[in-house]
């Protein structure tokens, strides 16, 4: 029997990660995140301007953050489901 027990050191198989991302690759991970966050933003900033008053602009934008956070509800659920 092994005197090891479960996630003790040295691993007789460790799992292969595969080559770390090289720092191009990361650059352009962080801009299509900025692009999407950035187009999200955008998106929702041009509803607002749409908007004929400013009173009617912030019961828009807590129309907006009621939604999102309605969304980050449903993914935090989803997301405790999973694990």
Do not use: F
């Amino acid at each position: 029997m092994n005197e090891r027990r479960p996630g003790q050191w040295p691993v007789d198989n460790p799992a292969d990660l595969g080559a770390p991302p090289s720092e191009d690759e990361l650059y352009m991970k962080r801009q299509q995140e900025k692009a999407l966050r950035e187009m999200c933003l955008g998106s929702i900033q041009h509803d607002l301007e749409q908007q004929p008053t400013a009173s009617s602009a912030q019961a828009k934008a807590r129309v907006w953050c009621a939604q999102i956070l309605a969304i980050a509800e449903d993914v935090a659920a989803e997301k405790r489901k999973a694990a």
